[in-house]
Structure formats: C-alpha cells, structure tokens
C-alpha cells in the first residue's frame, strides 16, 4: 500500500465520521448583505458592520437563544 492509498483510506475514515458524528464546529451565520446585528446595508460580504455589532450579537447568541 502506498501514500496515496493510505491518504485516501484516512481521508475515508474521517468522512464517515464526519457523517456519523456531525461537524465539530456549528454552522456560521451567512452573510446576508445586512450586519446581522444592526440591519446596516454592507457593500461586501461581511456579517457585521463593526467589531461591536460582532461582540454584541455572539454575546445574545450564547446567553439569550
């Protein structure tokens, strides 16, 4: 068995776990356009407008959802 055969059944193995188990890591919010935590129209495709509208809608998401 060669590298390449060992690396695709490791990467096999960590598929059906992945599928078994779920991700690790939740799902992040999609960017939408708007700051998820003001409505503020965005330009590109960031999720907030400020490192505040960040801090603040992660701080309700971990304490009031």
């Known amino acids: ?3 390449a055969d060992q690396t695709q059944e490791r990467i096999e193995r960590l598929t059906e776990a992945e599928q078994r188990f779920g ?3 939740p799902e992040s919010p999609q960017p939408t356009g708007y700051c998820l935590n003001c409505g503020e ?3 590109d495709m960031r ?4 490192a505040d509208c960040r801090d603040d809608w992660e701080w309700f998401n971990a304490h009031c959802l």
Not at 47 to 50: A, K, P
Request: hydrophobic share 55%; charged share 25%.
């Open 1 to 3: 068995m060669d590298i």
């Open 23 to 25: 991700a690790a890591k």
């Open 41 to 43: 129209p965005l330009a």
């Open 47 to 50: 999720r907030w407008c400020s």
